[in-house]
């Protein structure tokens, strides 16, 4: 199976921060990385898929980075309503795991 | 609009069976592969099964490999698992989740979850 491993798993900054979250696999998953936002009581959502191509309605101040290993999710300016937990997941090998989660706090 | 709508939850002792259900709505569902993740109280998400879109292919993570059984009607464009022999720490929201048409996809639509209490 393949580990994903996140940090940091929390994470404190303010609005119009710019905060990066790291995503390492335990082997090449090529750029099959995927990142999901999941809010207090809510489902998660799909922010970036194949490690860097933007889901349809996500604001463009997400961005991601990477391939084979190691992978970046970048928020260039923090709004308000991205106080959230962010996964990473890699979709390379059926047994789709997740990483841990970094929760993104208010400062 | 494209929905997956869980049903099937509740409180059920350890040891016993529960069948939970996915109804998919807004999309060509026999098209597509099917998973279900779990997230146990305060915890992450968990892969828990895949099904592909005709039904002949499934997996499972190792945590619930011999007591967890994935199924779908396409007919019915309903998704479906099978869990017995429940333990505790299969206490969890279940999610069910649209994969993609193609094998590497993510999950691009997530239900609202439904939740398991295994408790006595």
């Known amino acids: 199976d393949i580990q994903m491993t996140q940090s940091p798993s929390s994470l404190s900054a303010s609005v119009g921060d710019r905060v990066t979250i790291t995503c390492r696999a335990s082997?090449?998953?090529?750029?099959?990385l995927n990142w999901y936002q999941q809010k207090p009581g809510k489902a998660p959502e799909l922010l970036i898929y194949t490690a860097s191509s933007l889901q349809s309605g996500v604001p463009s101040r997400f961005s991601g980075s990477g391939s084979g290993t190691d992978f970046t999710l970048t928020i260039s300016s923090l709004q308000p309503e991205d106080f959230a937990t962010y996964y990473c997941?890699?979709?390379?090998?059926?047994?789709?795991?997740f990483g841990q989660g970094t929760k993104l706090e208010i400062k | 609009q494209v929905q997956l709508v869980e049903s099937g939850g509740g409180v059920v002792q350890p040891g016993r069976s529960l069948r939970l259900s996915c109804a998919a709505s807004g999309f060509t569902f026999s098209r597509y592969a099917m998973h279900w993740v779990r997230q146990a109280p305060g915890k992450g998400l968990e892969w828990v099964s895949v099904l592909s879109y005709d039904g002949s292919n499934k997996d499972y993570a190792d945590s619930v490999k011999g007591r967890f059984t994935i199924s779908r009607d396409n007919s019915m464009n309903t998704l479906f698992v099978q869990m017995n022999s429940l333990r505790a720490e299969d206490t969890a929201m279940y999610y069910c989740?649209?994969?993609?048409?193609?094998?590497?996809?993510?999950?691009?639509?997530w239900g609202q979850g439904t939740m398991v209490t295994v408790s006595s």
């Open positions: 082997q090449s998953v090529t750029s099959y």
């Open positions: 989740t649209r994969g993609g048409l193609q094998p590497y996809d993510a999950f691009d639509i």
């Open positions: 997941q890699q979709s390379y090998n059926t047994l789709r795991s």
